[in-house]
């Protein structure tokens, strides 16, 4: 089992940096999980968009829109993964979520998410 907890969300003006944290638990550690990702799950949307994967080896996808703006990384000896937010937009407001495929056992793991909200 693993459990994951985001955080570092928060209310935000447009061009500002956050950077988002999502703590990892459990039996397993992050570097032998095959993807750690964060998804995003904007206002009035029931379904959440991949944002950002990384994998052990530390191979790393942004999301084509968000290229140059987001960065994911890892830190295996805290069994944490990040999102780091740059010259954030009104567009980037939702609730982002940390998951782990851990599809060599067959299972994902969610957190519960941390707001990020854009305003001006």
């Known amino acids: 089992q693993v459990q994951l907890v985001e955080s570092g969300g928060g209310l935000v003006q447009p061009g500002s940096s956050l950077r988002l944290s999502c703590v990892a638990s459990g039996s397993r550690s992050i570097s032998t999980i095959k993807i750690m990702a964060w998804y995003q799950q904007s206002p009035g949307e029931e379904q959440r968009y991949p944002v950002a994967t990384i994998t052990p080896d530390g191979s790393t996808i942004v999301g084509g829109s968000l290229k140059g703006r987001f960065t994911i990384s890892r830190d295996d000896a805290k069994n944490t993964i990040y999102l780091q937010m740059n010259n954030v937009k009104p567009e980037d407001t939702a609730v982002y979520y940390c998951?782990?495929?851990?599809?060599?056992?067959?299972?994902?793991?969610w957190g519960r998410g941390t707001q990020v909200t854009v305003w001006s």
């Open positions: 998951k782990a495929d851990d599809r060599d056992y067959g299972r994902e793991y």
